[in-house]
């Protein structure tokens, strides 16, 4: 299983918008369960967002109705569109391709990991 390559990181005020991008080797439209993860300094990876194959999304309630993850099954790309950004959504971005569930617990599949890119927030 190929990694997922993230893009679109970078550094931008309190209040703007970035777009993340996640290319992945299979093809979204037959992937179960893919999301995006946060890790800041010192902290631990969280889950930040998920979506489904048929597009099913939900979101970390830090994040929600600022991000939207979405997909081009064309392009086999995931996408986290993130508005209004706060100095505390600094972080690097991970992208995993194989999610699944351990009962009610999401697990991201280790060898699903992108490389990350870096989000910063400037004040």
């Known amino acids: 299983q190929a990694q997922p390559v993230e893009s679109g990181g970078g550094l931008v005020q309190a209040g703007g918008s970035l777009r993340l991008s996640c290319a992945v080797s299979?093809?979204?439209?037959?992937?179960?369960?893919m999301g995006w993860y946060r890790q800041a300094p010192g902290q631990q990876r969280v889950l930040v967002a998920t979506?489904?194959?048929?597009?099913?999304?939900n979101y970390a309630a830090f994040v929600k109705g600022r991000f939207t993850i979405s997909k081009d099954n064309a392009q086999n790309t995931v996408y986290l569109q993130m508005n209004s950004l706060k100095i505390e959504d600094t972080a690097v971005y991970y992208c995993?391709?194989?999610?699944?569930?351990?009962?009610?617990?999401?697990?991201?599949?280790?060898?699903?990991w992108g490389q990350g890119t870096q989000v910063t927030v400037s004040s």
């Open positions: 299979e093809r979204t439209s037959s992937v179960n369960f």
């Open positions: 995993n391709s194989n999610l699944y569930y351990s009962g009610s617990t999401i697990i991201p599949s280790r060898g699903a």
């Open positions: 979506i489904t194959s048929g597009g099913r999304t």
